[in-house]
């Protein structure tokens, strides 16, 4: 399809193991971006790819979460050993270029910690 | 992580009545702003932006105000519809963040028929 694409759309794992989640930015868009969003609650910047640049990781709430992004293509954010406050929806957006902020979201992923 | 809100404040109006949105924003050196509707169970959509050079811009049904003298914005929403029912955010970009967008607490905007 055309638009951003998140996998799993649903993603219930236990305390303690670690999930990937993955992000298919709209082709040809070079900067992408991570967010968190808890329950009820507004989205909170994690991550931030712009093309060969180093990544602005500045959001990344602990050293379990981490992000990895091939080229200008697909990528994946991982949690190590989850904990229930991980628990949220993962939204990944993508735009054009350096200072076009017009994000294109994807749906998210949902995950669940039991 | 940059920080997000509590419990989202909501605002209900009457099918087409107009809907004024508020947010404040905290940073002074921030260039551009962005308004996004969430629907449930969907990620956010694009709706209006507006550079900090402009006071005022309007799109379709939509108009956002900017006051940098008391570091606030507002959407409004002419004639609010059923189909306007979302949670709206504004984001902001500070100047020289590189292109991040930090998003705002979102408000619930409920639209009785």
């Known amino acids: 399809g055309a638009g951003v694409s998140q996998s799993p759309s649903n993603k219930v794992t236990e305390k303690g193991k670690d999930v990937e989640l993955r992000c298919d930015p709209i082709?040809?868009?070079?900067?992408l971006y991570w967010y968190r969003q808890r329950l009820g609650q507004g989205l909170e910047f994690l991550i931030y790819?712009?093309?060969?640049?180093?990544?602005?990781k500045s959001g990344l709430p602990s050293d379990r979460f981490s992000a990895e992004r091939t080229g200008e293509s697909v990528s994946t954010l991982t949690i190590q050993r989850t904990q229930q406050e991980d628990s949220a929806v993962y939204l990944c957006?993508?735009?054009?270029?350096?200072?076009?902020?017009?994000?294109?979201f994807g749906s998210g992923t949902q995950l669940s910690v039991l | 992580g940059e920080s997000v809100g509590l419990h989202l404040p909501t605002l209900s109006v009457q099918e087409g009545d107009n809907s004024i949105i508020n947010c404040a924003y905290s940073?002074?050196?921030?260039?551009?702003f962005i308004w996004y509707k969430q629907e449930s169970g969907k990620g956010p959509q694009f709706i209006i932006d507006?550079?900090?050079?402009?006071d005022k811009r309007q799109g379709q049904r939509v108009t956002v105000l900017l006051n940098k003298t008391v570091k606030h914005l507002s959407l409004q929403i002419a004639a609010t519809q059923p189909g306007d029912s979302a949670v709206y955010f504004c984001?902001?970009?500070?100047?020289?963040?590189?292109?991040?967008?930090?998003f705002g607490q979102g408000t619930e905007l409920s639209v009785k028929p």
């Open positions: 940073n002074s050196a921030s260039d551009y």
């Open positions: 082709s040809g868009h070079t900067a």
């Open positions: 984001a902001e970009r500070g100047h020289n963040q590189g292109g991040k967008l930090i």
């Open positions: 957006a993508s735009s054009p270029n350096r200072g076009n902020e017009k994000l294109f």
């Open positions: 790819f712009q093309g060969n640049s180093a990544p602005d």
């Open positions: 507006i550079r900090s050079n402009m």
